[in-house]
């Protein structure tokens, strides 16, 4: 799926019916389970975990705050496999991030790799709880303005 997608159609019969957030907010990358993801920049990991075995959930998932455009972001891998994550601590670019999680342990999704950006906030302290409780891969397409400002498309960072 492509950032700022309106998946109203293709997820109307999924968990995301209860909440309506069908804007999709990051990149995703249709790449076979096993495949391994390369950080794309350097930056510090601030959280790797997983929310395994979460139906509609991130799956193994990292973040690695970044610079972007001059800009501090927060970058999300997700749907990743759970063991092999990164330690918290300095990745730099071409550095192993993980591999693709298969279906039973990516969120139970279709494999694939969702990239995200996210304005990085100082505010943020607990990242688990961050991506559990207030920032999903969705968002509500009324508000597109906001969620294109928040979550820039990451595509430039990927090819």
């Not at 139970?108 to 961050?130: C, I, K, P």
Request: hydrophobic share 35%; glycine share 16%.
């Amino acid at each position: 799926g492509g950032g700022r997608e309106d998946g109203s159609i293709v997820w109307s019969d999924t968990y995301l019916k209860e909440t309506g957030n069908f804007l999709h907010l990051g990149v995703d990358c249709s790449v076979k389970a096993g495949t391994e993801v390369l950080a794309v920049r350097d930056g510090l990991v601030v959280w790797s975990g997983s929310d395994s075995p979460l139906e509609g959930g991130w799956g193994g998932h990292v973040v690695q705050l970044i610079e972007h455009n001059g800009e501090p972001f927060a970058l999300i891998y997700a749907h990743l496999k759970k063991g092999g994550l990164p330690q918290l601590g300095y990745l730099r670019m071409g550095d192993t991030v993980g591999f693709v999680g298969a279906k039973h342990e990516n969120g139970f999704w279709g494999e694939h790799l969702h990239v995200q950006l996210v304005r990085y906030s100082t505010r943020v302290t607990d990242w688990n709880a961050f991506l559990q409780n207030e920032l999903d891969g969705y968002g509500k397409v009324e508000h597109l303005t906001y969620w294109a400002r928040r979550c820039p498309d990451p595509t430039p960072l990927l090819f």
